[in-house]
């Protein structure tokens, strides 16, 4: 099994989704971040609200942990509708799929986490579901299968994946909204620490919200589990109130860094500089040095180091860049040729 990290993007147990259910926004107007995503998304919304219709089949993309399962259940939501939440791994059989469907009301909203990890026969079965709001089922076997058409309500297909890239083209065709998230700013992030620390009437200093937010890596999910472990530390080492100098001890504790590095991110810009000569080297060679999948990796390490500056994708591998050999202390190479001001301000 991965090693579980505190600033992983992804879930790290079932335990943190109920959590998280609690402070997720239940209206737009409640949402913080993604501004031009969220104003077409009102608007697409609310027109079909008015109009009494279902809304189009909506695809989010963007990195894990930005809240595209926040949006789909904000679409249910406003609607007043019902939500349905499944994932691409987790739909084998079309059998499987023929019940989701059916149960389906009108303009409910059907969730699919991953969507870009369908199995092919669950992929088509879905075409026509979406297209012409039926399914054609096949009952039977050899001379006796027959193709039973089955009528569906007008539902809403929300999609959610983090490579929108590896979507076949048939499926990308069937969506009519597609929202790109992004990674949060500190200031955003802030915001939304407080507000999670107003729901669970945690008494927080702005300067502990801003340090938390500065350390979650743009991402909502990663600031709500540091709100949490530091509201811990806060409750067992002090009075429970949280400092700015109680958020710092716990983080370090954590071992998430000033910039929200942990050991694997640092560990993978140290393998990068010092193995590698500062790179180009490709992510086999890394994952083989660090003793680490490639998806990770690929999903959960490089997304916010490129993001940051701190590194570079180039043909021939991966590059160190100016603020890692910075971030770690070391000496910049020779050779190196400074990145031009502003760039990584
Ligand atoms: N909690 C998690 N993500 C959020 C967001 N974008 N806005 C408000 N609260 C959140």
Redesign the pocket.
């Known amino acids: 099994m991965p090693r579980q990290r505190v600033v992983s993007p992804e879930l790290i147990s079932s335990d943190e989704e109920s959590f998280n259910q609690t402070?997720?926004?239940p209206t737009l107007e409640?949402?913080?971040?993604q501004k031009r995503e969220v104003e077409k998304l009102s608007i697409a919304l609310t027109a079909a609200k008015n109009r009494g219709e279902a809304l189009e089949h909506t695809l989010f993309h963007g990195p894990p942990g930005l809240?595209k399962t926040?949006l789909a259940n904000i679409i249910a939501n406003v609607l007043g509708t019902k939500i349905t939440v499944t994932s691409g791994p987790a739909l084998e059989r079309t059998g499987d799929l023929m019940g989701i469907l059916t149960n389906l009301g009108e303009r409910d909203v059907l969730f699919v986490d991953e969507i870009h990890r369908l199995p092919v026969n669950i992929e088509e079965f879905l075409y026509p579901a979406m297209e012409d709001f039926k399914v054609d089922f096949v009952v039977d076997k050899g001379m006796f299968a027959k193709t039973i058409n089955v009528p569906l309500k007008k539902f809403t297909l929300v999609g959610a994946t983090t490579r929108a890239g590896s979507l076949s083209a048939p499926l990308r065709n069937r969506f009519g909204l597609f929202y790109h998230l992004d990674f949060y700013t500190v200031d955003e992030l802030a915001q939304?620490v407080t507000?999670?620390a107003g729901i669970l009437e945690i008494k927080i200093t702005r300067e502990s919200a801003a340090e938390i937010a500065r350390r979650a890596r743009g991402t909502?999910r990663v600031a709500?589990r540091l709100l949490r472990r530091v509201r811990d530390y806060a409750e067992v080492k002090a009075t429970g109130e949280i400092t700015a100098e109680i958020t710092r001890a716990a983080l370090e504790l954590e071992g998430v860094d000033d910039r929200g590095l942990d050991h694997l991110d640092r560990g993978f810009l140290s393998a990068i500089i010092r193995m590698y000569k500062g790179g180009p080297v490709g992510v086999e060679a890394l994952s083989a040095t660090l003793n680490e999948e490639v998806d990770t990796l690929v999903d959960m390490v490089e997304p916010y180091l490129l993001q940051q500056g701190f590194i570079s994708r180039t043909k021939a591998g991966r590059k160190a860049n100016e603020p890692a050999y910075e971030h770690l202390g070391l000496p910049l190479p020779r050779n190196e040729v400074p990145a031009p001001p502003g760039l990584f301000d």
């Open positions: 402070l997720r926004p409640e949402y913080i971040g809240g926040t939304i507000r999670s909502p709500n």
